[in-house]
């Protein structure tokens, strides 16, 4: 035996990988559409911001207005305000998912989502057949 050399009864050692690094030896590579998808949760994070300032400005709007637009503006401002912080924090969520099982489905109801409106379609049904592939899942660990 070769001094410096290890022993050939010690076991193999696992090659060294910082936490949260995601092209480990051995991998499959990270698939573009990964990329995109985040790029389109922070788009909706910051579209469903916008949205929650917009909510707050119609109930602002509705308390001078009077009559039947003064309920149908604080019912549309209060649905705003509450249920855009919610899917704020859902794109927010799906935009740092990490590679597990939950990321990926996480990732798919937020393009689902965005499948309900026409002016978003352009956008997520091609990310929505891109995310369905099976190297994407590979890459979150599910196939």
């Given at each position: 035996?070769?001094p410096?050399?290890?022993?050939?009864?010690?076991?193999?050692?696992?090659p060294?990988?910082?936490?949260?690094?995601?092209?480990?030896?051995?991998d499959?590579?990270?698939?573009?559409?990964?990329?995109w998808?985040r790029?389109?949760?922070?788009?909706?994070?910051?579209?469903?911001f916008?949205a929650t300032?917009?909510?707050?400005?119609v109930?602002?709007?509705a308390?001078?207005?009077?009559g039947?637009?003064?309920?149908e503006?604080?019912?549309?401002?209060?649905?705003m305000?509450?249920?855009?912080?919610?899917?704020?924090?859902?794109?927010?969520?799906a935009?740092?998912a990490?590679?597990?099982?939950?990321g990926?489905i996480?990732?798919v109801?937020?393009?689902?989502?965005?499948?309900t409106?026409?002016?978003?379609m352009?956008?997520s049904?091609?990310?929505?057949?891109?995310?369905?592939?099976?190297?994407t899942?590979?890459?979150f660990?599910?196939?």
């Amino acid at each position: 035996m070769q001094p410096g050399a290890p022993s050939p009864y010690a076991p193999p050692q696992a090659p060294y990988t910082p936490a949260g690094f995601e092209g480990a030896p051995g991998d499959v590579a990270r698939p573009g559409v990964v990329v995109w998808a985040r790029v389109y949760s922070v788009a909706f994070a910051v579209m469903y911001f916008v949205a929650t300032l917009g909510g707050v400005f119609v109930l602002y709007a509705a308390g001078e207005a009077s009559g039947d637009k003064a309920a149908e503006a604080m019912i549309q401002g209060v649905v705003m305000v509450v249920l855009c912080p919610i899917l704020m924090g859902l794109s927010i969520v799906a935009a740092a998912a990490p590679r597990k099982r939950w990321g990926w489905i996480i990732n798919v109801v937020l393009i689902g989502l965005g499948c309900t409106s026409c002016l978003c379609m352009p956008a997520s049904i091609p990310l929505v057949i891109f995310w369905l592939k099976p190297e994407t899942k590979r890459w979150f660990g599910m196939a």
